[in-house]
């Protein structure tokens, strides 16, 4: 049997890519819904703070009833992640799809967090139901934080709460 000779520039591309990967830890998926509508996000990452994926819109009527719910899970197949915290919030933002994080002590709709222990393949959630009075922009986003990684995860979803019947 031969064995395999690799070029000096496949030895380089195999150095810089095994060099740039990470280990992903997280598995998010949120989706939210409401007025007859549905959007999903799916695991993205830090940095940069907004990610690097454009985030799905879903559209409601003020004063609908929007249901919210998350599912967080270790991919770690060998590691435990301690006290790790899971935030979820809900805040207006200026406009759909911005960059910058609002304040959280601005104008915050909802806003939970716990944390806990995920052994391997440990998974957790959450459903909320809100509703929203205010027509404008919101950020509906759960996130990992205290993961023991050079970046977190996150899953984001930009609701758009129009005028009411």
């Known amino acids: 049997m031969r064995a395999a000779v ?5 030895m380089i ?14 598995k998010i ?6 007025g007859g509508n549905q959007a999903t996000a799916n695991v993205d990452q830090t940095p940069p703070e907004w990610g690097k994926n454009p985030r799905p819109v879903l559209r409601v ?25 899971i935030h979820l919030f ?7 799809g911005q960059k910058e994080i609002p304040d959280l002590k601005g104008d915050v709709v909802m806003e939970s967090a716990f944390d806990m222990d995920f052994k391997p393949g440990g998974k ?6 809100i509703r929203i009075a205010e027509p ?6 759960v996130e990992s934080r205290n993961t023991d990684s050079d970046h977190e995860h996150f899953a984001a979803i930009d609701l758009v709460v129009g005028e009411a019947k």
Do not use: D, M, W
């Open 6 to 10: 690799l070029s000096p520039i496949s």
């Open 61 to 85: 009527r003020a004063n609908e009833p929007v249901e919210i719910r998350f599912l967080f899970t270790n991919v770690y197949p060998h590691k435990t992640l301690e006290n790790a915290v």
């Open 13 to 26: 591309l195999c150095l810089v890519v095994s060099g740039t990967a990470r280990a992903e830890h997280a």
């Open 136 to 141: 404008g922009a919101y950020l509906v986003r």
């Open 124 to 129: 957790a959630g959450q459903r909320s139901r």
């Open 90 to 96: 809900v805040v207006r933002q200026g406009k759909v």
């Open 29 to 34: 998926e949120l989706v939210v819904s409401g």
